[in-house]
């Protein structure tokens, strides 16, 4: 009996106990749903929060609604392009800010004078955002296609297969600055920055192509409208020319110059000639012999792609088969490679190439004609020149580094297998699925190197 009475009570203490624990539990629920009182703020944050995407540690990281097409620093804020959607979050804490629907959206402007262009595929008109807030700047209903530039955005307008507008705006101006007309419409002027006759940038793997944001605006762009190029002075609007290339040449755009570039085949083999004339009076300026431009099929020479390169230069391959720098404005060599060196990245102002070692990658300044850096990086390693860093990737071990392109000091350093998606002046957003987050240079390097 004595042991029965025993058991009955502990039975009864335990029942009262979980009782107590279970009442206890639904009260902090009710009172930490309601907002009345929550005892453990950082938990769900620490529950809901990701593996992080490098090491050491990003300042923040978020799960977007879907894979990212286009990731850009605009300001205070970072402005994430997704198929249907465009949204945008804080620079400093990766809080959302807004969100819309939207086909496409792109950049204009820099810093505080940044806005983000978006609209819907196949349908006319655009609107002009602003980046933290999300409000409407202006609404255009008539546009057909945007260009978007650090200091300029242009808009295209048809009123008809022969008749179209070109105008230029300020970022965030409200009256067009000129207005061009141009005779014809391209049927791949749709959306945003539909292409122009320029020069196709290297790329590399793991390294957004855009990760810079908009360039400035050239002081000539090439239209390419019904099998003709126009050439606009950006500056005032004025076309300068309306040709029409020949059978075995292509136009190109380059470094204020337009470029003939020529490619006939002969015995089996292209032979390839390249000539720059002064639009604004039809003279040529220079002209060289030989230089291959590697946009030629072999197939009957034909040329498909624009020559490669970046805002003033040209990169292409000498008679000797070495690799070369060429200034788009002049005409001037401003490197040649030895035989052995592969270019891997390149702008006006430096250029990145892999040693002959092929375990070294070396910066070099174009205007000194000198080496300013060198470290490791074998056959797999990227890079991408910006005007705030040379980022690197790299594999064995996975990394990403962002360097000074003059001094090769390291900005920033991280283990991770994440992609390089946008770069601003203060750090580096980088991103793997639908995660991303923010870096700031001096993350992962000694004290001072940023």
């Known amino acids: ?27 902090v629920v009710a009172l930490a749903v309601t907002g009345v009182w929550n005892p453990f703020p950082g938990v769900w944050d620490w529950v809901k929060r990701s593996e992080p995407i490098s090491e050491p540690d990003v300042v923040w990281q978020e799960r977007i609604g879907g894979t990212p097409r286009s990731v850009t620093i605009a300001g205070d804020a970072v402005v994430v392009e997704q198929r249907t959607r465009v949204e945008a979050r804080s620079l400093a804490t990766g809080v959302q800010l807004w969100e819309r629907k939207a086909d496409w959206a792109a950049v204009a402007g820099a810093d505080g004078t940044s806005v983000v262009a978006v609209g819907k595929l196949l349908v006319k008109g655009y609107e002009l955002l602003d980046p933290v807030t999300g409000a409407v ?97 950006t500056a005032t609007g004025r076309v300068l020319q309306d040709l029409q290339p020949g059978r075995d040449e292509r136009l190109s755009v380059v470094g204020g110059r337009l470029l003939r570039i020529t490619a006939r085949s002969v015995d089996g083999a292209c032979l390839f000639g390249l000539a720059a004339t002064d639009p604004a009076t039809g003279q040529q300026v220079w002209q060289r012999a030989g230089i291959n431009l590697r946009n030629a099929d072999n197939a009957g020479c034909a040329q498909r792609e624009d020559p490669q390169g970046s805002r003033n230069v040209l990169i292409g391959l000498s008679p000797d088969g070495r690799e070369a720098v060429v200034d788009g404005y002049t005409g001037r060599l401003l490197q040649v490679n030895q035989p052995e060196e592969r270019l891997l990245a390149v702008d006006d102002r430096y250029s990145v190439v892999r040693g002959a070692d092929q375990r070294t990658i070396v910066g070099r300044e174009l205007a000194a004609g000198r080496d300013r850096w060198s470290r490791p990086g074998g056959g797999k390693t990227g890079v991408v020149l910006t005007p705030y860093a040379a980022v690197i990737s790299d594999e064995k071990p996975t990394r990403l580094v962002a360097v000074h392109p003059r001094t090769g000091q390291e900005l920033l350093h991280l283990r991770t297998a994440a992609n390089a998606l946008a770069i601003g002046p203060g750090g580096m957003v980088i991103g793997e699925g639908r995660e991303i987050g923010y870096v700031r240079f001096g993350t992962g390097v000694g004290p001072g190197a940023a």
Not at 139 to 150: G, I
Not at 208 to 222: F, I, N
Request: proline letters at 6%; aromatic letters at 8%; one cysteine or more.
């Open 137 to 233: 700047l202006r609404e255009v209903d008539d546009a057909v296609a945007v260009w978007t530039y650090r200091n300029l955005l242009l808009d295209a307008r048809c009123a008809g297969a022969t008749d179209c507008t070109l105008s230029a705006w300020d970022p965030r101006g409200t009256r067009p600055i000129w207005t061009a007309f141009l005779p014809g419409v391209s049927t791949s002027w749709l959306a945003d920055n539909p292409d122009l006759l320029n020069t196709r940038r290297l790329t590399a793997l793991r390294i957004d192509e855009g990760l810079a944001g908009p360039e400035s605006v050239p002081p000539l762009l090439g239209f390419p409208v019904d099998g003709r190029v126009h050439v606009v002075d």
């Open 1 to 27: 009996m004595i042991v029965a009475t025993v058991s009955g009570v502990a039975n009864q203490r335990g029942f009262g106990v979980k009782s107590f624990l279970a009442l206890a539990l639904v009260a």
